[in-house]
Protein backbone atom coordinates (compact mmCIF):
# COMPACT_ATOMS: atom_id res chain seq x y z
CA UNK A 1 0.00 0.00 0.00
CA UNK A 2 1.50 3.29 -1.09
CA UNK A 3 0.86 6.51 1.22
CA UNK A 4 0.50 9.97 -0.24
CA UNK A 5 1.13 13.27 0.61
CA UNK A 6 0.56 16.61 -0.91
CA UNK A 7 1.96 19.84 -0.16
CA UNK A 8 2.39 23.32 -1.93
CA UNK A 9 -1.03 24.47 -1.51
CA UNK A 10 -1.44 28.28 0.02
CA UNK A 11 -3.04 31.16 -1.02
CA UNK A 12 -2.49 32.76 -4.44
CA UNK A 13 -3.96 35.86 -6.23
CA UNK A 14 -6.00 35.46 -9.55
CA UNK A 15 -3.54 34.74 -12.71
CA UNK A 16 -0.97 33.19 -10.44
CA UNK A 17 0.46 30.13 -10.25
CA UNK A 18 1.52 27.26 -8.00
CA UNK A 19 3.42 23.78 -7.82
CA UNK A 20 1.94 21.25 -5.64
CA UNK A 21 3.87 17.87 -4.71
CA UNK A 22 2.56 14.67 -4.11
CA UNK A 23 5.29 12.10 -2.06
CA UNK A 24 4.49 8.68 -2.66
CA UNK A 25 6.06 6.38 0.29
CA UNK A 26 6.66 3.43 -1.76
CA UNK A 27 9.98 2.81 -4.38
CA UNK A 28 7.37 1.08 -6.78
CA UNK A 29 5.78 4.86 -7.10
CA UNK A 30 6.76 4.29 -11.06
CA UNK A 31 4.57 0.76 -10.92
CA UNK A 32 1.12 3.98 -10.59
CA UNK A 33 -0.69 5.84 -12.63
CA UNK A 34 -1.18 8.94 -11.54
CA UNK A 35 -3.91 11.30 -11.03
CA UNK A 36 -4.87 15.06 -9.26
CA UNK A 37 -8.66 15.67 -8.32
CA UNK A 38 -9.84 18.59 -6.60
CA UNK A 39 -13.00 19.28 -4.68
CA UNK A 40 -14.51 22.70 -3.75
CA UNK A 41 -17.06 23.11 -0.87
CA UNK A 42 -20.28 22.01 -1.82
CA UNK A 43 -19.27 20.48 -4.90
CA UNK A 44 -18.51 17.02 -6.22
CA UNK A 45 -14.98 16.17 -6.65
CA UNK A 46 -13.10 16.60 -10.34
CA UNK A 47 -10.54 15.33 -12.46
CA UNK A 48 -7.78 18.08 -12.98
CA UNK A 49 -5.06 15.67 -14.57
CA UNK A 50 -3.36 12.10 -14.82
CA UNK A 51 -0.01 10.60 -15.86
CA UNK A 52 0.05 7.41 -16.67
CA UNK A 53 3.09 4.95 -16.32
CA UNK A 54 4.45 5.75 -19.47
CA UNK A 55 4.51 9.09 -19.00
CA UNK A 56 1.57 10.25 -21.41
CA UNK A 57 -1.02 12.62 -19.45
CA UNK A 58 -4.83 13.38 -19.51
CA UNK A 59 -6.12 16.98 -18.68
CA UNK A 60 -9.71 18.34 -18.40
CA UNK A 61 -10.56 20.46 -20.85
CA UNK A 62 -10.36 23.72 -18.79
CA UNK A 63 -7.22 23.08 -17.79
CA UNK A 64 -5.68 22.34 -20.66
CA UNK A 65 -2.24 24.92 -21.51
CA UNK A 66 -2.52 26.27 -17.96
CA UNK A 67 -1.37 22.98 -15.97
CA UNK A 68 1.14 20.36 -15.76
CA UNK A 69 1.08 16.94 -14.37
CA UNK A 70 4.61 15.58 -14.38
CA UNK A 71 6.42 12.89 -11.95
CA UNK A 72 9.70 12.76 -11.10
CA UNK A 73 10.60 8.71 -10.50
CA UNK A 74 13.73 9.20 -8.76
CA UNK A 75 12.33 11.12 -5.92
CA UNK A 76 8.87 9.57 -5.69
CA UNK A 77 7.00 12.38 -6.50
CA UNK A 78 4.34 13.59 -8.18
CA UNK A 79 3.80 17.19 -9.72
CA UNK A 80 0.73 19.62 -10.29
CA UNK A 81 2.22 23.06 -12.00
CA UNK A 82 -1.02 25.52 -12.53
CA UNK A 83 -0.62 28.45 -13.79
CA UNK A 84 -3.48 31.63 -14.48
CA UNK A 85 -5.31 30.55 -11.58
CA UNK A 86 -8.87 31.70 -11.64
CA UNK A 87 -10.89 32.09 -8.01
CA UNK A 88 -13.52 29.46 -8.88
CA UNK A 89 -10.62 27.17 -9.09
CA UNK A 90 -10.37 27.18 -5.06
CA UNK A 91 -10.45 23.77 -3.57
CA UNK A 92 -8.75 20.56 -1.92
CA UNK A 93 -6.53 19.11 -4.49
CA UNK A 94 -6.09 15.50 -4.03
CA UNK A 95 -3.23 13.39 -5.52
CA UNK A 96 -3.99 9.44 -6.12
CA UNK A 97 -2.42 6.46 -7.24
CA UNK A 98 -4.10 3.93 -9.48
CA UNK A 99 -2.77 0.30 -9.88
CA UNK A 100 -4.46 -0.81 -13.45
CA UNK A 101 -4.43 1.06 -16.59
CA UNK A 102 -7.98 2.06 -18.05
CA UNK A 103 -10.18 4.88 -16.92
CA UNK A 104 -8.01 7.97 -15.66
CA UNK A 105 -10.93 10.29 -15.14
CA UNK A 106 -13.17 9.01 -12.63
CA UNK A 107 -11.91 9.11 -8.84
CA UNK A 108 -13.93 5.51 -8.60
CA UNK A 109 -11.13 3.70 -10.41
CA UNK A 110 -8.42 4.81 -8.47
CA UNK A 111 -6.65 2.97 -5.41
CA UNK A 112 -5.17 5.69 -2.82
CA UNK A 113 -5.65 8.88 -2.35
CA UNK A 114 -3.67 11.30 -0.05
CA UNK A 115 -5.46 13.68 2.47
CA UNK A 116 -5.30 17.05 0.32
CA UNK A 117 -3.73 20.29 0.39
CA UNK A 118 -6.27 23.80 -0.06
CA UNK A 119 -5.84 25.95 -2.73
CA UNK A 120 -7.39 29.50 -2.78
CA UNK A 121 -7.35 31.80 -5.17
CA UNK A 122 -8.30 35.49 -4.11
CA UNK A 123 -9.79 38.28 -6.81
Known amino acids: QVMLAESGGGLVQAGGSLRLSCAASDRTFSSYAMGWFRQAPGKEREFVAA???????TYADSMKGRFTISRDSAKNTLYLQMNSLKPEETAVYYC?????????????????WGQGTQVTVSS
Open 96 to 112: AAKNYAGNYVSGDEYDY
Open 51 to 57: IRRTGST
